[in-house]
């Protein structure tokens, strides 16, 4: 059975039985928080319950690495649209130990897009159309050092307000320890 199909059959019965129930609330934060983590399968249950986070809580946001790949991509878009339409008053980006994205290989993931049926050519014209894939494709050397590209990205971006704290994390994907790499509310950070 495809999982999309199981997922679909066990949602009848989720509906039926008023599953929904005990998470309905609004789209407010109430911890008036914004969480940038990774989309990491280890954290999906584990970073809420390891910061006490439920529904209605925060705007969680993810991708590959809680990376602001762009100051105009969709995750600082994001991140404006929870600071000025839904109250979040501070943000907190969550890397974790042993993450994928560092040391990423833009060249192994083209070998591989090449098996799968893209054909060489695509390469050549993204290249001459000046689409710089080993910059786009890339990861960060450590975790760390990918939180704090992050937080600089969010904290010096021009649309957002100057006193808004941003602060770096670190969770073991293992144990959920939280750490402080950066803290949003030193002046140091800012
Ligand atoms: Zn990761």
Redesign the pocket.
């Known amino acids: 059975m495809k999982v999309i199909n199981e997922i679909l059959a066990f949602n009848s019965e989720f509906v039926a039985r008023d599953g929904g129930a005990p998470f309905r609330t609004n789209q407010f934060p109430d911890k008036k928080l914004v969480v940038l983590t ?3 399968t280890r ?1 999906t249950e584990l970073l809420p319950q390891a910061m006490a986070i439920r529904n209605g809580d925060v705007k969680l946001l993810k991708n ?3 990376i602001v790949s762009h100051p105009f991509g969709s995750v600082m878009r994001s991140i404006l649209v929870a600071v000025y339409e839904l109250g979040a008053e501070e943000i907190a980006v969550v ?2 130990h ?4 560092a040391g990423l290989s833009c060249s192994r993931i083209i070998d591989k897009a090449k098996n799968r049926g893209v054909s060489t050519k695509v390469f050549d014209t993204l290249s001459h159309s000046g689409i710089d894939l080993r910059a786009w494709l890339a990861g960060f050397d450590t ?1 760390e050092t990918g939180v704090r590209q992050s937080v600089h990205t969010i904290r010096n971006h021009p649309l957002l307000p100057p006193d808004l704290p941003v602060h770096g994390m670190m969770i073991d994907p293992d144990t959920g320890k939280l750490e402080l790499l950066m803290d949003g509310y030193a002046e140091d950070s800012k």
């Open positions: 990774c989309m990491d954290l590959a690495g809680a890397g974790h042993g993450c994928g994205m975790p």
